[in-house]
């Protein structure tokens, strides 16, 4: 055991030494919270809409405002020479144009037919459909606090809740899946590289002539960077908690705990990678084609796996941050514990479990 | 100074073609990107699974659920579990909705009286929560209509420009292409640097009569057309009509080598407004970028400014009016775009950019 120590510290020595991927690993975590926290919006709030009001009335001032008190639109610049709603859109000014035509107000008092006009730039599909579904939700609210003190509007009424999340910050869904992602990267990438570094430096030979195992080499030279994982970990949670103010309602015990295993597959991938390369270059490119990229695109993390095709979603079966992101959402933002987490749970243990068989198996192969 | 650029570029291709993990990467990665890319980037938001509780059992409650889960936006097939325990099924990804019916639902409706209804939606992912919530409003409205048979005398008709299919692919695909050119092209070129400094031929390009610019450009320049080309070519498979753009993107390359001249380095930064590149350059690669012409302009026909900009630009400018019809009738696709975004990519900027580095590699080596 001892020896595998000394290997231990001879890694945290290369890391220590070399002070610019020690900042790689420490301020890489915080650069990306940071960017994917306020970059990463797919929040539909915050449409430009420009609102060209022909009406010019109290009524019609009250509809825009009702537009933009509702958090959703915000009131774009846009030159006042611009009066066709499509030239708004090309110019890129807004993203849609609401008009009023003359004759809201008098459609108003007395219950004529009117029709309001909506022009969508419908580039981006998603806002698109948000915008269309929002205005639908104003005209609609506008429209029964004009009836009739006494009128009840017949139908179906949404009375809404919204559950973990009911302000709707992206933030709170991006963040939390932003561990996975970074775990994944730190693990997998650094001691992909590390390995191939002893490969490529000529070292290897050595370390292998000394009276130490292989197995004793591959634990020696993970448990750094387990450490520096966790640490990690934990640093980008107390960014989420304060900086982002995502709740943690689960146990930070239970999250400890599958970061571990699942830094225990990433891991496993990345001594996978290893035995293949033989430069630190190709290592590098490997991990980031095989790790990073599917725990960032097939996982869930960005884009929902539900919609991808099949042969994607059955690959994504593999990715062990699918699992992850789903534990770490769920104890983080529902207060999951693992009585409802016991299948996901089980899924990453078996993953972890294959892949770290197969890393040791193949290094050995590769050493004889 | 051509030929000493011509020569290196020869140079930096037998490298990269002899290096054949390198091919291989090369060659691989944009692919493997972009298949993937282009068939997850998705932000639609549908087949929202929904729990029901259904506590009215008829007829009209039956066809309010049927109207929702018309247009794939809701499956209301979820396995529902007892009311009391709801939670769980949150909790388990079971469900991300669970709309609760109460008891004497139809009764009011047929009194033609309003009914409350519940919907609950699990709020982590805050972007499909808030679509799922407008769907639902909107497929009730036009629930009520039918219904009811009261409808409100004011309407708000609705019209979607530029893509009115709502497919969100044709909005990724252009995106992604420049988000690939860019990540691809930009590794590519430093480690090229970094693998002369590696194996030490870097000392041996310094004592020879080439100057740095000229190298760093070189490098950046075969990289970047190595890294172009694979990606003009795989952005089509996805994007069907593989031939045509196959075709498209051989014409991009003679158009490459025919604009390749010295000190014209914004040409490798895609700046297709550079007189030199001209409109032709600029259009061709539009029509590689974007799929059938779908964003041609309908009034000057013409393609899409810049595909590299459709990652930090603002939808509507996939073309741009402002910097084509301007000032004393310049011709189109030599003035350069003004204003916000664009102003990055301007030639001056890339200068500074460019003698940073500069700046940088000689601190390096001192």
């Known amino acids: 055991m001892s020896k595998v120590g000394y290997i231990a510290q001879k890694e945290v020595r290369h890391i220590l030494r070399d002070p610019r991927s020690l900042m790689i690993a420490i301020l890489m975590p915080i650069l990306m919270t940071f960017l994917y926290g306020y970059a990463i919006n ?29 958090g959703y639109f915000l ?16 110019s890129g000014q807004a993203h849609a144009v609401l008009v009023i035509r003359v004759g809201l107000a008098r459609a108003l008092t007395n219950f004529s037919e009117y029709e309001l006009g909506l022009l969508i730039d419908g580039a981006d599909a998603n806002v698109a459909a948000a915008t269309g579904s929002y205005s639908n939700i104003m005209v609609a609210s506008f429209l029964e606090d004009r009836m009739p003190y006494d009128f009840e509007v017949p139908g179906v009424r949404i009375s809404q809740q919204v559950l973990y999340n009911s302000n709707l910050e992206s933030s709170h869904f991006f963040v939390p899946g932003l561990i996975a992602v970074i775990l994944m990267m ?9 390995i191939a570094r002893e490969k490529e430096t000529g070292t290897m030979e050595q370390l292998l002539t000394s009276p130490v195992t292989p197995r004793q080499i591959i634990i020696g030279k993970v448990l750094p960077y387990i450490a520096l994982a966790l640490l990690d970990a934990v640093l980008i ?14 146990s930070m015990l239970l999250l400890l705990f599958f970061g571990l295993i699942y830094v225990a597959a990433a891991l496993s991938l990345g001594i996978l990678i290893s035995t293949l390369v033989s430069t630190q270059q190709l290592a590098m490119m490997m991990a980031q084609l095989t790790t990073i990229l599917p725990s960032v695109m097939l996982s869930g993390y960005i884009f929902e796996i539900k919609n991808m095709p099949a042969v994607l979603r059955y690959v994504s079966y593999l990715v062990p941050a699918r699992y992850f992101i789903r534990i770490i959402r769920g104890v983080m933002l529902k207060g999951s514990d693992l009585s409802v987490l016991w299948h996901e749970a089980a899924f990453l243990v078996l993953l972890a479990v294959v892949l770290l068989a197969i890393a040791v198996k193949r290094f050995q192969l590769k050493i004889g | ?11 930096e291709f037998l490298q990269v073609l002899r290096d054949h993990n390198m091919l291989r990467m090369i060659f691989m990665m944009p692919i493997f990107q972009l298949f993937l890319l282009g068939y997850v980037a998705t932000t639609d938001v549908k087949l929202i699974s929904t729990a029901v509780y259904d506590h009215d059992r008829s007829e009209l409650s039956r066809e309010y659920v049927r109207s929702l889960s018309a247009g794939e936006y809701f499956l209301t097939d979820a396995p529902s579990i007892p009311l009391l325990q ?19 639902f139809s009764n009011d409706l047929e009194q033609s009286k309003s009914v409350d209804i519940g919907f609950v939606v699990d709020g982590t992912n805050a972007n499909s929560a808030s679509i799922a919530l407008g769907y639902a409003n909107v497929m009730t409205r036009q629930f009520n209509e039918r219904v009811t048979g009261f409808s409100p005398p004011i309407k708000l008709t609705q019209r979607k420009l530029f893509n009115p299919e709502g ?19 930009a590794m590519l070129s430093a480690m090229a640097i970094v693998r002369e400094r590696e194996i030490g031929t870097l000392e041996q390009l310094m004592v020879t009569p080439i100057r740095t610019p000229a190298l760093i450009l070189d490098s950046v320049c075969a990289d970047r057309l190595c890294g172009d080309i694979f990606s003009s070519i795989c952005g089509n498979h996805v994007v069907q009509n593989t031939l045509c753009r196959l075709m498209g993107a051989a014409l991009f390359f003679g158009l490459f080598v025919f604009v390749h001249q010295p000190g014209n380095r914004h040409v490798y930064f895609h700046d297709f407004h550079h007189p030199a590149a001209g409109n032709v350059f600029h259009l061709v690669f539009c029509h590689l970028c974007h799929n059938d012409l779908r964003f041609l302009c309908p009034h000057c026909q013409h393609a899409p400014v810049h595909p590299i900009l459709d990652l930090l630009k603002p939808p509507a400018l996939l073309y741009d009016h402002g910097a084509r019809h301007n000032d004393e009738g310049s011709l189109p696709g030599r003035s350069l775009p003004r204003g916000n975004s664009h102003d990055y990519f301007r030639p001056r900027h890339l200068h500074l950019f460019l003698d ?4 940088a590699g000689k601190v390096e080596n001192q």
């Open chain 2, 356 to 359: 940073a580095v500069l700046k």
């Open chain 2, 167 to 185: 497919e969100s692919v044709y909005y990724m695909v252009p995106g992604i292409v420049a988000l690939l050119l860019t990540m691809i092209t």
């Open chain 2, 86 to 104: 709801a939670e769980r099924g949150f909790k388990e990804n079971l469900y991300e909705a669970v709309l609760i019916i109460p008891h004497g």
């Open chain 1, 186 to 194: 730190i693990s997998a990438m650094l001691t992909s590289v590390t």
């Open chain 1, 237 to 250: 949670i107390i960014f989420a908690m304060f900086h982002f103010g995502v709740p943690f309602a689960g």
């Open chain 1, 42 to 70: 797919l929040d539909t709030k915050n449409i430009k809409l420009a609102v060209l009001d022909f009406d010019r009335t109290v009524d019609s001032r009250e509809l825009a405002g009702r537009f933009y008190n509702s």
């Open chain 1, 75 to 90: 009131k774009p610049q846009v030159s006042p020479v611009l009066s066709d709603p499509e030239k708004i859109l090309r």
């Open chain 2, 1 to 11: 100074m051509v030929r000493t650029i011509l020569a290196l570029m020869k140079k």
